[in-house]
């Protein structure tokens, strides 16, 4: 079992950062790819980027690709997400996720049934 507890949501204005960490325990943090969804109002859960059990590895969805940054720390045992250049799109519940895949299927990583273990979420929302 691995338990997951997002932080650092908000609200900030349009073009501001923000960082989302994410803290793992339990089991082995490096035995899990890492990744982040988002669920904004009336949508369903979105990739949003993940990273490798190594942290050498890393994948975006196109609408955050140049303005997010996932990274992990496996001494710390967290998880991060650097938003940079918010837009109001960007607004929803962000959802740390860790997968114990260890397949080859092509980019199984944005589909949610693909991970095992789901933080809480915390909230981001960007105004205009």
């Known amino acids: 079992q691995v338990q997951l507890v997002e932080s650092g949501g908000g609200l900030v204005q349009a073009g501001d950062s923000l960082r989302l960490s994410c803290a793992a325990s339990?089991?082995?943090?490096?035995?899990?790819?890492m990744g982040w969804f988002r669920q904004g109002p009336g949508t369903g859960r979105e990739f949003v980027a993940r990273?490798?059990?190594?942290?050498?590895?890393?994948d975006y969805a196109d609408s955050v690709k140049g303005r997010f940054t996932i990274s992990r720390d496996s001494a710390k045992n967290t998880v991060y997400l650097q938003m940079n250049s918010l837009k109001v799109d960007d607004t929803a519940v962000y959802y740390c996720?860790?997968?114990?895949?260890?397949?080859?299927?092509?980019?199984?990583?944005?589909?949610?049934?693909?991970?095992?273990?789901w933080g809480q979420g915390t909230q981001v929302t960007v105004s205009s």
């Open positions: 339990g089991r082995t943090f490096s035995s899990y790819a």
């Open positions: 996720t860790a997968a114990s895949y260890s397949g080859t299927r092509s980019r199984w990583y944005v589909l949610p049934d693909s991970y095992d273990f």
């Open positions: 990273i490798s059990r190594s942290g050498g590895s890393t």
